[in-house]
């Protein structure tokens, strides 16, 4: 059974940085997609980063336009983790954070549609504030 589990939420003052991670157990994928998505109170889930990898391959990324620069993404081989560097924040960026999985091994792109992921992690809280 593929289980996401995310780590690394917290509270900082805006402009600070956390890092969170998404570890993978249950399955070693040697092709997936994996996308870091968000939920402000109120708000629909809405996608941030993603990243798409095949064993032997670069890795593709995407991210959303608000917050590409600042939330970088990147995978731990060895570690079978995904991880949202997210950077420069500011409390709009307040939300639960989730990790997703597609381990559909034709994927050929990062979706930004919540469908599209077949897995989905517990979420990790951020909150910016002063």
């Known amino acids: 059974q593929v289980q996401l589990i995310e780590s690394g939420g917290g509270s900082v003052q805006p402009g600070g940085s956390l890092r969170l991670s998404c570890a993978v157990s249950?399955?070693?994928?040697?092709?997936?997609?994996m996308g870091w998505f968000r939920q402000a109170p109120g708000k629909e889930r809405e996608f941030v980063a993603g990243?798409?990898?095949?064993?032997?391959?670069?890795?593709?990324?995407t991210y959303a336009g608000s917050v590409k620069g600042r939330f970088p993404v990147s995978r731990d081989n060895a570690k079978n983790t995904v991880s949202l560097q997210i950077k420069s924040l500011k409390p709009e960026d307040t939300a639960v954070y989730y990790c997703?999985?597609?381990?559909?091994?034709?994927?050929?792109?990062?979706?930004?549609?919540?469908?599209?992921?077949?897995?989905w992690g517990q979420g990790t809280q951020v909150t910016v504030s002063s």
């Open positions: 990243l798409r990898w095949s064993v032997g391959s670069t890795s593709s990324t």
């Open positions: 997703a999985g597609n381990g559909n091994p034709f994927i050929t792109y990062v979706s930004r549609t919540i469908a599209a992921y077949d897995y």
């Open positions: 249950g399955r070693t994928f040697s092709r997936a997609a």
